[in-house]
């Protein structure tokens, strides 16, 4: 399976802040943004990546992951001139999705919780259809709603309805087969002139080809795409990494637990930073498996 991920659009709600750079490469907490949503990618064993960006900010992203090799995967980037809706990036990433699955996930949705690599593993299985999530939300009317029966048949979805069905909204992370592309093609622009990736589930779903998967309690859901978000999305990490010393989204720990680089490849990688807090991380996780 491959990776898409989309951290184009202008950040319009974090103005003046993102007027001299990517809402995407914004810290949250000790990383930059995108850490978090290419660490969910790495979890579902993903090692090729199609990042899409803006023209003026995908030099930023290439000067930040570069091919990927040190983190053991393969980086290519593409210009989105003008945001276009999230289903655009079939449409625009066809070449390099060719005959494969692929995940879609949002540079701004942050994740963690308890069973999360295990939910991703399994949705990235996917041969025949597509998988979305749930997560229960006090104000669905403000995302994409979905409606499923007790046995998880997803009976409808909807786009920020005004009564909706469900409090269940579909947060920014897709998987699906490799019929995507076509799928995509087939679909009409909304009224807002863009390929909507509601339209694109639907259509999965009048194929009875679109499985949900719920994310309960134990899973943190966030959005940093308000100043207030992002403050609060900052908040969260930096007490959970406190608090259990561990670090959330380090992809370069994640890349050497999932088998990705070696353990001579991460020092390198430590002793680049050993000057600060999360190079020190580093060279923890590397005495800790040479103690075991």
């Given amino acids: 399976m491959k990776g898409i991920i989309l951290a184009g659009g202008y950040g319009s709600r974090l103005y003046p802040i993102t007027l001299g750079t990517s809402k995407q490469l914004l810290p949250v907490y000790d990383k930059p943004m995108i850490y978090y949503p290419l660490s969910m990618l790495m979890f579902a064993g993903i090692r090729e990546i199609l990042l899409i960006s803006t023209p003026e900010d995908l030099p930023n992203y290439r000067r930040l992951f570069g091919e990927g090799k040190d983190l053991g995967l393969s980086f290519q980037y593409l210009e989105q001139p003008n ?3 999230l289903a655009e990036a079939f449409i625009y990433g066809k070449e390099f999705i060719q005959n494969s ?4 996930i ?3 949705n942050i994740f963690f919780g308890t069973g999360l690599p295990d939910k ?11 998988v979305i999530f749930a997560y229960p939300v006090r104000d669905p009317e403000r995302y994409g709603v979905v409606e499923f029966d007790e046995n998880y048949c997803v009976v409808s979805l909807e786009e920020k309805p005004k009564k909706p069905r469900s409090n269940y909204a579909v947060p920014g992370i897709y998987f699906y087969d490799n019929q995507v592309c076509e799928v995509a093609k087939s679909i009409t622009r909304s009224h807002r002139g863009e390929l909507e990736i509601t339209d694109l589930n639907n259509e999965y779903r009048k194929m009875g080809k679109l499985h949900v998967e719920v994310l309960g309690r134990g899973v943190a859901w966030l959005d940093a795409g308000t100043p207030e978000s992002l403050l609060q999305a900052s908040s969260f990490v930096q007490a959970v990494e406190e608090r259990q010393g561990l670090m ?3 992809v370069e720990e994640i890349a050497y637990r999932m088998g990705f680089i070696d353990k ?4 390198k990688l430590a ?5 600060n807090h999360y ?14």
């Fill in 106 to 108: 949002l540079g701004d």
């Fill in 248 to 250: 959330i989204a380090c």
């Fill in 120 to 130: 991703l593993n399994r949705a990235a299985r996917i041969a025949d259809g597509a």
């Fill in 279 to 292: 190079g020190a991380y580093l060279k923890e996780v590397i005495n800790e498996n040479e103690q075991r």
């Fill in 83 to 85: 945001p276009g809706g």
């Fill in 101 to 104: 699955p692929v995940c879609l």
């Fill in 264 to 267: 001579i490849q991460l020092r």
């Fill in 271 to 275: 002793n680049k930073i050993s000057g």
